[in-house]
């Protein structure tokens, strides 16, 4: 009963901020203006900035919280390290390295977004072959590659900043995070592959469940631990590259999402899962709402707003861990 509260409240303010994130920018929208523009009438110039500008960037925003928050809880689980989110594979450096090159290139908007989500797989590829033994994954083996080609792709990203600086700026914003440059090609093609992957995920949510408690365990209750390890960091990945492709590298949503989430609804999968979806969802559109709004007309990247709360919530985790070793 208590958890159903607790859902019925994260939906209701899913609506709230979607509400408040297509009503307020540089230019303010009232209610009866957006109810209007839904139910087929209301002023032409609200209609064109809610259903071409504002309502594919508020969509985008809640998609990729909900594909972040959800990648970063099953990483935690899997991979049982609380300081883990969807980039701890190099996936955000390789999808920057081909954001980068794109921008360099000159290439075009839906251009950029593919070579971002090209090479963020092609860096997923490397890392999972590398942790491979025969049929077997090593995590941790995975992690150290995952760190190693991140620092890698981080010090070629440089040498082309330094290299090009007329691009400077286009690479630096990129690489904090947005949705300014959002439109619905982007929501057409990135929306399904998120939340396709993301119910197949969840369909693994008992099983996972069931591996935390000791693969061995795991193994004789039948569950295939192989198969749901590959599976989940093959679609957590392919998540996790998509968000970035579209809203650029945004940090801390995978992190402190999934910890907040287990704090309210416990630490069950099958409810954790849904729950960090939508507080994924809320999280990340009332963070694009504040980039809009704190300086508008202007826009901040999107990243530097979850910096600022993800930032002391990483610290927070590192003196709650540090005390528990301590009390070992």
Request: proline share 14%; no cysteine; charged share 15%.
């Given at each position: 009963m208590k958890r159903s509260i607790y859902f019925v409240i994260a939906i209701l303010l899913l609506f709230l901020s979607l509400l408040i994130s297509i009503s307020v920018g540089a230019v303010n929208i009232p209610l009866q203006e957006i109810v209007a523009t839904f139910t087929g009438g209301g002023d032409e110039t609200h209609r064109t900035i809610i259903l071409n500008l504002r309502l594919p960037r508020v969509i985008s925003s809640a998609v990729v919280g909900m594909g972040l928050s959800v990648a970063g809880t099953f990483f935690q689980a899997l991979l049982r390290n609380p300081m883990a989110d969807p980039y701890v594979l190099g996936i955000s450096s390789g999808a920057a390295l081909g954001a980068t090159l794109a921008i360099i290139l000159g290439f075009g908007l839906i251009s950029l977004s593919f070579m971002a989500f090209f090479l963020a797989l092609v860096v997923v590829v490397f890392v999972y072959l590398v942790a491979k033994t025969g049929s077997r994954i090593s995590i941790n083996t995975m992690l150290l590659a995952g760190i190693a080609i991140s620092s890698l792709i981080s010090a070629i990203i440089s040498l082309l900043m330094l290299l090009n600086h007329e691009e400077l700026t286009k690479i630096y914003f990129w690489t904090m995070g947005g949705f300014n440059l959002t439109n619905w090609q982007k929501v057409i093609y990135s929306s399904p592959i998120i939340i396709i992957s993301t119910l197949i995920m969840y369909v693994f949510s008992r099983d996972l469940n069931a591996i935390l408690t000791g693969e061995e365990i795991a193994e004789h209750l039948g569950v295939n631990t192989e198969l749901v390890k590959r599976t989940i960091l093959i679609l957590a990945s392919l998540v996790t590259a998509t968000c970035v492709s579209i809203g650029g590298v945004i940090g801390f949503v995978g992190l402190i999402?999934?910890?907040?989430?287990?704090?309210?609804?416990?630490?069950?999968?099958?409810?954790?899962?849904?729950?960090?979806?939508l507080t994924g969802a809320i999280f990340l559109n009332l963070a694009d709402t504040l980039a809009r709004v704190i300086l508008r007309p202007a826009e901040i990247p999107i990243g530097i707003i979850t910096a600022a709360f993800g930032g002391p919530f990483f610290l927070y985790l590192l003196v709650k861990n540090k005390r528990k070793i301590k009390g070992m």
């Open positions: 999402v999934p910890h907040i989430s287990r704090l309210i609804i416990g630490p069950d999968n099958r409810v954790l899962v849904p729950f960090s979806a």
